[in-house]
């Protein structure tokens, strides 16, 4: 959509994408996605969390060909290119998981349980699918 | 104050179009303004106009294209969504090649930015899911 | 005030209640819609973990909601008040943002 | 659908619905309920379970006229008339969610969770939506 | 053996539909017979030819209706919940006096009693759901 | 063998995988598929749960869907059996009825 991509509303927000779900079983995480990637041209400040089950979507060897679903998985590298810099992911999540920061497949910004409430008071727009 | 709403899931599924309808009534009836619906994901099934509710029940596409067509509502279904779910107008029947559109009075079809840009305008965004 | 945190499902389907109670705070109001209402009502398991969430933080229930299910008349719990839907709107102008745990 | 209703295959199944989640807040239970009213016709033996939310389903002074449903909770009330009649509570969720019998819009067998196999061991088919 | 599977979720939003075409292509693989696919509650989104999904991603309704024909599948939608949720075959448009009809080649709209009728004549019947 | 349980949500989103669990017994079989198979994996604070579950129940994980979540070469419980979908198949043969706990 061209026209998505004049917003000249100067107006800046600053937007978080809460990530809650594990990919694949439900289409979220891949939607949720392609909302930041369409919103990055809006010139917006945008942080992205990952807490509960989110943490699985920035999970390493991702291979949803199995299922014969697309892989996005790689997608999350690129935000950078989109100057989506703010990644942020739960310590709690990843230990109740088994996981550590090495299973993720992008550099991350891992915070504890008890900060997530003053990131979220930073921003003026949640979204959470 | 303006307030934009977010819709995730289809009719009669979940109550999430339904409590989303029953918000933006109040919301208007208490003088705000509701400057965009915004459906995503199977939310966008709330815009065909080929359902046939049972007629003790309440008619979800009726409902939500009567309140536009009172408030000068604008309600928008995700194009991304509707490809993958089979909504369709008549601009999407032509560029898809599709035989037929289902979409209903007082919906229209756009990009995602949409729901960004309600983001950014609205004072409050409110989405309702699953 | 800071968020309106809202929850939709039930505590004893999904955990969204107690992940939700367990990253907010002071100054942040949970709002308890659809199937969630019921967890408003006296006598359930998961009665404590709202009770304590009332420490610091301010819980409303939808009314019509917890109607449709039958609970018109049952006690809630004596840290909720119940809204109607005009009440809802209230609470999303008086916070900053809504925040709603799908 | 009139070819629903004449059934011949003559076989008997016992079927067993498991209903396990709160009614309105998404359309399983009514749905459920309306596979229950077309199975009826079929003639087979058919048994309804109620555990964890699905106790609500039963939950006496339902209104949801309220938010512009359709009550159907009376309906529960009528599946004498067709036949199914054996119609089991699970006494645990129940207690957990602060309710008892008195609670319930129809007469119900009420059995412990300890049960609960045995009775699904019983059945042949178990739709559970 | 004689299998029959049930669907309760539309495409894309949920992996149920896909959980289940693998499963039935492993079944027939195997020698088995399904005898019938049966699909309620969102699970009838499935059907509609009006879908366009991304190039690079699986098209949902065209593996079912290709799996049907060559497989000689019975695939049924629920009339019912078809007409909640805007699902339409030429009977049904008539019936219902709606503009057009939506429904893929190799599925067909009949009542819920397929499904109880299913669940006798199986020798197993498997749910595919949220 | 008896009944052939599908669970498909993550126990840390739903608690279909414990509400399974405490109806089952002798001869059941549990088969985790889509977002639960995640449970299968060693090391999270689910493993207990399926731990106790496999003294009296068979355990088995949908290979392709654990793959799919970047799964593959990560230690898998012990006791839990890992099935591709002619597995799942199987299963659904040996057993006298299949019920998906949704």
């Known amino acids: 959509m061209m026209e998505d991509e004049e917003y000249q509303g100067g107006e800046v927000k600053k937007f978080l994408y809460v990530n809650r779900r594990l990919p694949h079983g439900t289409v979220y995480a891949l939607e949720s996605l392609e909302t930041v990637l369409i919103g990055a041209a809006f010139d917006q400040d945008v942080s992205m969390l990952f807490i509960d089950d989110g943490v699985y979507q920035l999970k390493k060897d991702q291979a949803p060909e199995s299922i014969e679903f697309k892989n996005f998985s790689k997608t999350y590298r690129a935000l950078e290119m989109y100057d989506v810099e703010k990644l942020f992911v739960e310590r ?10 090495d299973d993720l497949l992008v550099d991350v910004e891992v915070i504890a349980s008890k900060e997530v409430k003053a990131l979220i008071d930073q921003n003026d727009v949640v979204l959470s699918f | 104050m303006k307030l934009a709403v977010l819709i995730n899931e289809g009719p009669y599924q979940h109550q999430a179009s339904d409590s989303a309808y029953q918000f933006v009534t109040a919301a ?6 509701v400057m965009r619906v915004f459906f995503y994901h199977d939310g966008v099934n709330n815009g065909t106009r080929l359902t046939t509710p049972p007629q003790d029940d309440r008619h979800i596409q009726r409902r939500w294209s009567a309140l536009a067509d009172e408030h000068k509502l604008d309600l928008v279904l995700c194009v991304a969504a509707c490809q993958r779910r089979g909504l369709v107008d008549e601009g999407e029947m032509k560029r898809n090649s599709k035989d037929a559109h289902n979409i209903a009075d007082g919906f229209r079809i756009s990009g995602l930015g949409q729901l960004v840009e309600a983001g950014i305008e609205a004072d409050r965004l409110v989405t309702f899911g699953d | 005030m800071s968020t309106l945190n809202i929850v939709n499902k039930s505590p004893f389907e999904k955990r969204t ?3 939700c109670l367990k990253r907010i705070g002071e100054g942040d109001s949970v709002l308890l819609i659809e199937d969630a209402t019921i967890s408003a009502v006296n006598g359930t398991a998961y009665a404590n973990l709202l009770l304590e969430a009332s420490k610091q933080s301010r819980l409303y229930v939808l009314q019509p909601d917890l109607q449709a299910r039958g609970f018109a008349e049952k006690p809630l719990l004596d840290p909720v008040e119940a809204v109607d839907y005009a009440g809802f709107v209230d609470l999303v102008v008086k916070h900053e943002r809504v925040h709603s745990w799908l």
């Open chain 1, 92 to 101: 709690e999540s990843l230990e109740e998981r088994g996981l550590s920061e």
């Open chain 2, 28 to 33: 208007l009836a208490a003088g705000h303004e």
């Open chain 3, 17 to 19: 209640l107690e992940q």
